[in-house]
C-alpha cells in the first residue's frame, strides 16, 4: 500500500501527525496551519474506520508465493486481463520451473526481473506452453468491474481500477489494459508479441514506466512482500542484469497459494474497489486535508491511488 | 538516468536491442516487427551521438557529496527554486553538520529521510539556521530557463525541465516549483512552513509523489549514486522509520564539491536541457519506435523525462 504519510523533521511530529484522529487533529489545526485546509480523514483514517465488508479476501487459485531467502512475495494475478499467461505461469508454478532460478536483473528505478540465468540450457518445460500470445489489451468486456477515476490521464484514454488492479481503458476501441504502476508484474518478451510465457516475470520497482503499457503483457501485482524485491543490490551490468560474477538473489520457490496447506498461507485481504468507502479513501488522496498539507492537488495519479492490504482478522 | 530499455526474455536479446544501432535495426524490423512502429533513434542513440556543447558540468558549489559507507551520491542543488533553504544547507554542509548523522527513514515506494536520530538530543548548529522559511513555489522570473513540454499535467497548469529539474508552473499565479519525481531531493518540516532548515532531507525513492508537490520545499536532485539510497532496507517501524533495535544506515560525511579537492571530486555532466538535441531525447521517450515497443504512447509524463548524466571525457 502506498502510504502517503508527511514528511517531518521529527519522528515525533510524524508519528502524531499518522496516528492522530481527525477530531484531536481538529483543535491542533486551528492554532497552527499556515493555511486554510479543512482537516479532512486520511486514507489511514479510512482504513481504521472501515468495515469487514469493504475488504475481499486474496483468491487462493489467483495468488501466487514466491519465497525468496528473506521471505515471501505475494502476487495476485488478473486472469481476467491476462488469461492464457495468467493460466501459462500457473502451470510453470504446478510444475516447480521456478524453483531454483533467481532474479536476474534489477535496475535502479525500472525493473526486477527473474527467471532462468543459464540462457545456454535452460530449464526444460512440462505441462507449460512455450509462446503464450501477448496480451497487451482485452476486451473490456471481460473485466468484472471498473471504478472509472475522474482524472485525466496522458496515457489511456480512460482510467481507473479493475477489481483491484489500476488499468487503462479505450471504450472506443473497447479495449482495457493493466497499467504500469509500482508493484506491477510482468511478462518479459522479445521482439515478438509471442514470445514470451511466464518464464520471465519482472516486477516494477520505481517510478512508473507507462510507456510500456499496451506493449508488454501485465499479470497481476505485488501485494505483499514488494520491499523484497525493491532493495535487491542494482546489477552492475547494462540494464541492470548481474554480472557472472555477481550474486543472483535465489528463488526457492513459487507456489500457487491454493497449493500451500492451509497454515502455511498468508492470509491478505485487498480492499474492494466498487464501495462507497473505497471512493473516500481515492479522495483522502486525491484532496488531503491539513494541517501538515497547505495545498491539496484536486488530483490522483492513477499509480497513487491507494490500494490498501492488511492481514485478514483472525 | 532513468533508461527505459525494452524488458526481453534473455538477456542476450535485451542487450542486442540497446546496443544495436538505428541502421543495424532497421533491417532487422522488416522480417520481425508485429506492428508498423518506425524505428527510431533511443534516447541511449541521442546520448551517444551528442557533442559535448550538449552537455554541461555540474557546478561545485552547487553540488553535494553525501558519502554513504557504499559509496558516494551527489546531489545537485537547485538555488534557483530554494535560494534560503540552499544557503542553509550548504552551511550545514560546510560545518560539517551532517557528518556522524543517519538516514532515519526508508519507507517503500516513498522516500529515505536522513537527519538526527537522536531527537531528545539534538546536535546543535554552528552557522546554520535553525528556521528557514518554505520555498514551497518561486516567481517564474527568477528561474533560469525553462523547457516547457506540451503535455498535460494532472498535478500542474504546466510542467516542463528547469536547467536540469523537472517543474511545475502556474503562469497565472506567476510561480514555479520543482516536482517530487524519483531522486528529488526535498526538506523535512513539521506542520509550520517554517520548520525545516534542511538538517532533515529526504529523496523520493519510489512513484513520483506529486502530492506533495507545493506543500515542501525542493532543494535538488540525485544525480549520481540513487541506488545507494533506494537499496536500503526498509525501516520496521510506521512510516519506514527505523526502530531503536535496528541499524541507522550511517552518513560519513556531506561536503559541498566546491570545498574537496579536485583530485577526489566526481566529474559529472548533465545534458543541457535548452537544446535541440534534447529535445530529441524527450521525444524519443515520447514516442518510441519499433520493433519492440508495438505501440508508441505519444506522451511522456513528466517523471519520466530523461534527464542523462555521465563521466566528464578525461
Request: hydrophobic letters at 40%.
Amino acid at each position: 500500500m502506498h502510504t502517503p504519510f508527511p514528511i517531518t523533521v521529527r519522528r515525533a511530529a510524524a508519528l502524531a501527525l499518522a496516528l492522530a484522529t481527525v477530531p484531536a487533529l481538529a483543535a491542533k489545526t486551528k492554532a497552527d496551519a499556515d493555511a486554510g485546509l479543512p482537516v479532512k480523514p486520511t486514507v489511514a483514517d479510512i482504513v481504521k474506520a472501515s468495515s469487514p465488508a469493504d475488504w475481499r479476501p486474496l483468491d487462493p487459485d489467483n495468488t501466487l508465493y514466491m519465497e525468496l531467502p528473506g521471505g515471501r512475495v505475494v502476487i495476485e494475478l488478473a486472469p481476467d486481463f491476462a488469461p492464457q499467461n495468467v493460466a501459462n505461469i500457473k502451470l510453470l508454478a504446478r510444475e516447480h520451473y521456478y524453483d531454483g532460478q533467481s532474479v536476474v536483473r534489477s535496475q535502479d528505478n525500472y525493473v526486477a526481473q527473474w527467471g532462468d540465468a543459464d540462457e545456454a540450457h535452460p530449464k526444460p518445460l512440462k505441462t507449460a506452453r512455450d509462446k503464450v500470445p501477448g496480451e497487451f489489451t482485452v476486451p473490456i468486456k471481460n473485466v468484472r468491474h471498473f471504478t472509472a477515476l475522474p482524472e485525466r490521464d496522458g496515457y489511456a484514454p480512460q482510467v481507473g481500477i479493475a477489481h483491484g488492479f489500476p488499468a487503462g481503458r479505450d471504450p472506443k476501441a473497447g479495449r482495457t489494459w493493466l497499467a504500469h504502476c509500482y508493484g506491477m508484474v510482468g511478462v518479459g518478451r522479445d521482439v515478438e508479441n509471442d514470445s514470451g510465457n511466464g518464464t520471465s516475470l519482472y516486477a516494477v520497482t520505481g517510478h512508473a514506466p507507462r510507456h510500456l503499457d499496451r506493449n508488454i503483457t501485465v499479470v497481476g501485482r505485488v501485494v505483499s512482500g514488494m520491499a523484497l524485491l525493491s532493495t535487491l543490490p542494482r546489477g552492475h551490468e547494462a540494464m541492470g542484469f548481474y554480472g557472472a560474477n555477481e550474486v543472483h538473489p535465489p528463488i526457492t520457490s513459487v507456489r500457487l497459494a491454493a497449493d500451500v496447506p492451509e497454515a502455511e498461507r498468508s492470509h491478505l485481504e485487498v480492499m474492494r474497489t466498487d464501495t462507497a468507502t473505497y471512493q473516500a479513501a481515492v479522495e483522502a488522496q486525491r484532496n488531503r486535508g491539513g494541517p501538515w498539507n497547505k495545498y491539496a492537488a484536486g488530483y490522483v495519479e492513477l499509480c497513487n491511488v491507494p490500494l490498501p492490504v492488511r492481514e485478514q482478522a483472525k
